[in-house]
């Protein structure tokens, strides 16, 4: 009986990984869903696929591809994604969210402005400018470069105190989830009372399971669940079994159910980073890598999984891609022999910083065909905008 319930739970994964049927061109998605791996390239996916279980947990298949695919690699559409930013050809994370937010090029460090200082609309103030409701979701802190380039605008992504008072005012979001808060001054207790002196309802680890649409009606919301001041939620390989931090999948779902609810027929547009990925790399861990490329994996196919159940996959464009590679990995062996069960993979870092190596792109639903191949991030940036507009 259990092994029958496991090949059906195995199958439903498999469908609604595989995505929506993508939809004749032409036709507008009524949602878009953009999740960013931060640091996460072609090699990133690959240890992290031969090192880890498939998605959902699910035992290894003998029967299927090694390594074993992710959920986001079973999106009908791949392609490739390239880089640069204005003065660099290299690029760091606030220049890179810059382009995918706003579709244009600016320096490295800066958000949301051009390289003159000019200030850029992002999608998800556009979508907000056309009435669908607007999510924003980090691993790490809502303040940090990626998650604030889709809200704030600064000449400097390190200005985390400004940056923060923009994510109290802004207006952009109906929801704002991150690991954290990377700005110093601003404690557990006085961020409760500055978001909600703001007319926010907020939200930590004490609070989470409390996060409902009927609680938070008629008010954005705004969510940093850091339990131990480290601005991320904690690495998979780190977690103990008496971690209070939700985990990417949990805050993701959170912020779906919410966005359903406020959606109002008009759709939404929701960014899901997963930052960690980007933070272990630096640091060339590779165990803390692999569990958090399968913790963003979990999270895509339980928002797959979600909206599947709400009837709207089927209306959805989902794009996964990362904002650049973190690490110069590369995996190199075992040469001359299979990896045996168990055994871990030969790899080699060549940086502890950003390389210029193009990354992933995966996308699946209404005008998903329009992503295959090669693209630039500010190039993807645009098309997502035009893709908003009605």
């Not at 004490?206 to 938070?216: C, E, H, R, V």
């Not at 993701?252 to 930052?275: C, I, Q, S």
């Amino acid at each position: 009986m259990r092994a029958c319930r496991f090949v059906v739970i195995a199958l439903v994964t498999l469908f609604t990984c595989a995505g929506a049927p993508n939809a004749a061109a032409g036709t507008r998605p009524r949602n878009i869903i953009l999740f960013i791996g931060d640091g996460m390239g072609f090699g990133e996916v690959e240890l992290a696929a031969l090192q880890q279980p498939p998605v959902a947990d699910a035992p290894a298949n003998p029967a299927a591809p090694v390594p074993p695919l992710f959920c986001f690699e079973r999106f009908p559409v791949a392609g490739t994604l390239s880089n640069r930013s204005a003065n660099s050809l290299v690029t760091d994370s606030a220049a890179a969210a810059t382009a995918l937010a706003c579709g244009a090029k600016t320096n490295n460090g800066t958000l949301g402005l051009a390289p003159d200082g000019t200030r850029l609309e992002s999608m998800a103030e556009l979508a907000k400018k056309h009435g669908k409701a607007v999510g924003i979701v980090s691993s790490v802190g809502f303040d940090h470069a990626t998650p604030a380039g889709f809200y704030a605008h600064s000449a400097s992504r390190d200005s985390y105190e400004a940056i923060v008072e923009q994510a109290l005012t802004c207006k952009t979001y109906d929801v704002l989830f991150g690991g954290g808060v990377c700005a110093t001054s601003m404690a557990p207790a006085l961020m409760r009372t500055r978001a909600e002196a703001a007319g926010l309802a907020y939200f930590d680890t004490t609070n989470f399971k409390d996060i409902t649409p009927a609680a938070t009606a008629g008010k954005a919301v705004l969510g940093a669940f850091d339990a131990n001041n480290n601005d991320l939620l904690d690495f998979l390989s780190d977690r103990t079994p008496e971690c209070p931090e939700p985990r990417l999948a949990d805050v993701a779902t959170k912020a779906v159910d919410l966005l359903l609810a406020r959606e109002n027929g008009k759709g939404f547009f929701l960014m899901v980073e997963g930052g960690a990925i980007d933070w272990a790399c630096h640091g060339n861990n590779a165990k803390q890598m692999c569990g958090d490329v399968r913790e963003f994996d979990r999270a895509i196919a339980a928002v797959l999984a979600q909206l599947a159940a709400a009837g709207q996959l089927e209306d959805t464009l989902i794009v996964v891609t990362a904002d650049h590679e973190t690490g110069g990995l590369v995996v190199v062996g075992p040469y001359g022999k299979p990896l045996a069960p168990g055994q871990e993979a030969e790899i080699k870092w060549s940086t502890g910083g950003h390389s210029a190596m193009f990354v992933p792109l995966y996308a699946t639903g209404p005008e998903a065909a329009r992503l295959a191949n090669r693209h630039d991030n500010a190039e993807l940036g645009r098309l997502l905008k035009t893709l908003l507009t009605p």
